[in-house]
């Protein structure tokens, strides 16, 4: 598994033009693979040549003694109103197989504190122009004090201040109207899963961020401002501690569910979950009693396997807190190919289709699970039709866009409108021996089972998913219990243009 093996500080002014470069070159090889829209010259003028009165930057290496992750913090020391103020700001990246953990947290808490002790008294303040929810979420998760936060007007004196600061640093509005939103230009690279979740993410934090900032996708950052001051550093301190004690409290938790009274007074948090997820959100309370009397808690630290790419899928997962990868194995190496949060459902496909699981899952960081059980939903699909259709649904949602997402013919389509158009779709289920006619100008998803299709009067065999064009008449035969879904005509790739 990659891990972090070790960390350096490095302290830029201290080093030669050459070995900046060279130091510029390591550190923008992982940024370019964590955003876009930013040169090297204009990422070296950022982190590695900052104009700062102070830099330190951390350097986190692997095994293999490999720049995997940074995190650059620098001190500017400014005079606003006549007043001395040291304004902090920060840079930082790792590559996603190395995330998880407080290190960055840490280490911006050592220097804050041994600079700030240094000089009591003194007025300062973090400005972030942030360009991702998740940056905001993690603010607001270690600050009780930072502006803008939603209901809370900002004081007409900080805001002005916020305004000089986000100037003085050359950041220039969007819009003349709006002094908390900036053109910065770093894009995050992500998936359309990730996006779909932090565009409908339902933490307090990130909702308020992509409200405020809804151009975060293009490259404009919302101007941050977090007062540095013994309290606030208490405040960063506490909270992860706190963190750190959950860690164990989850872990006891599932031990406690292995005894009869554990279980059961376990069972309310296993429901509160479940009903957090839109999958399980609107089922009666018998249906999700039952499945909580029936699922389990899971906790794991960062790092560790839920399960392996070709293990039995005898069960899916509902994240209930932390994050984890997904990952394709090949070789020695392994590719994080996404990364899900709390909230996000994973296994079910293989699950429901009776599947070895296509892929592995692995805890990016500490994370509690509830595991469901394929014995315990499927006899509750059968006999409640709205779980079976929503189950089902999801399954096709899921599984028309991993089919889809790479195929040139459909490739103007975004994810949004491959969900509309397979959302609008008739789902069939063919019996064995049964047959289809299909007309011209039809798409044919075929969910599960086995399907034989006339070619000139000959049966071919397809086996497993497929999506299948239909460009003359023709029929197919189901050889065994078939589910497939007809997707409507009018909703052809070409009309869905607009909902890319």
Request: aromatic share 8%; proline share 5%; net charge positive.
């Amino acid at each position: 598994m990659p891990r972090i093996v070790g960390s350096e500080v490095v302290v830029p002014k201290s080093m030669s033009p050459e070995e900046r470069s060279r130091l510029t070159d390591s550190l923008y090889e992982v940024h370019r693979q964590i955003f876009e829209g930013v040169e090297r010259e204009a990422f070296a003028k950022y982190v590695v040549e900052s104009k700062a009165d102070h830099t330190w930057i951390n350097l986190h290496k692997n095994e293999e003694g490999e720049t995997v992750g940074y995190f650059a913090l620098h001190i500017f020391e400014k005079q606003f109103g006549g007043v001395p103020t040291s304004v902090f700001r920060a840079e930082a990246g790792s590559l996603r197989a190395y995330r998880g953990g407080n290190a960055n947290a840490l280490f911006g808490l050592k220097m804050g504190l041994k600079y700030m002790l240094a000089r009591p008294g003194r007025r300062a303040f973090y400005l972030g122009s942030l360009v991702h929810p998740s940056s905001y979420s993690l603010f607001a998760n270690y600050f009780n004090e930072v502006w803008p936060r939603r209901d809370t007007q900002i004081p007409a004196e900080l805001l002005a201040f916020m305004d000089e600061l986000a100037t003085e640093f050359g950041l220039e509005r969007v819009a003349t109207d709006n002094p908390l939103v900036r053109h910065v230009g770093w894009r995050t690279r992500e998936t359309e899963m990730e996006r779909e979740y932090w565009l409908h993410c339902d933490k307090p934090a990130a909702r308020y961020f992509v409200e405020t900032n809804p151009g975060y996708v293009e490259g404009h950052g919302l101007v941050t401002v977090v007062p540095i001051t013994a309290s606030s550093l208490a405040d960063m301190l506490r909270s992860m501690g706190q963190r750190k004690l959950r860690q164990p409290i989850q872990a006891a938790a599932a031990l406690m569910q292995k005894t009869p009274l554990g279980a059961r007074l376990l069972r309310p948090e296993i429901l509160r979950q479940l009903r957090r997820a839109p999958l399980f959100a609107h089922f009666d309370d018998a249906t999700l009693q039952e499945l909580a009397r029936r699922s389990e808690i899971v906790t794991l630290p960062g790092g560790k396997y839920v399960f392996h790419r070709g293990d039995a899928s005898d069960e899916m997962y509902l994240l209930a807190s932390g994050a984890v990868f997904v990952l394709a194995e090949g070789g020695e190496r392994e590719k994080v190919v996404d990364e899900l949060g709390s909230g996000s459902l994973f296994g079910e496909i293989a699950m429901i289709a009776g599947e070895r699981r296509s892929a592995s899952i692995r805890t990016a960081t500490a994370s509690m699970l509830v595991r469901i059980p394929r014995t315990a939903l499927l006899p509750l699909m059968e006999a409640n039709a709205n779980l079976r259709q929503g189950v089902w649904q999801r399954f096709a949602e899921r599984r028309f866009d991993d089919l889809v997402r790479g195929h040139d013919r459909y490739g103007h389509l975004g994810r949004k409108g491959r969900l509309a158009w397979v959302q609008r779709g008739e789902h069939r289920v063919l019996a064995a021996q049964e047959t289809l006619a299909l007309e011209p100008g039809t798409h044919l998803f075929v969910l599960s089972g086995v399907l034989e299709v006339e070619h000139e009067g000959l049966w071919v065999t397809a086996r497993g998913s497929m999506l299948l064009e239909v460009t003359r008449p023709l029929r197919v035969r189901a050889q065994e219990a078939t589910r497939l879904i007809l997707l409507p005509r009018e909703a052809a790739p070409e009309s869905l243009r607009a909902a890319k």
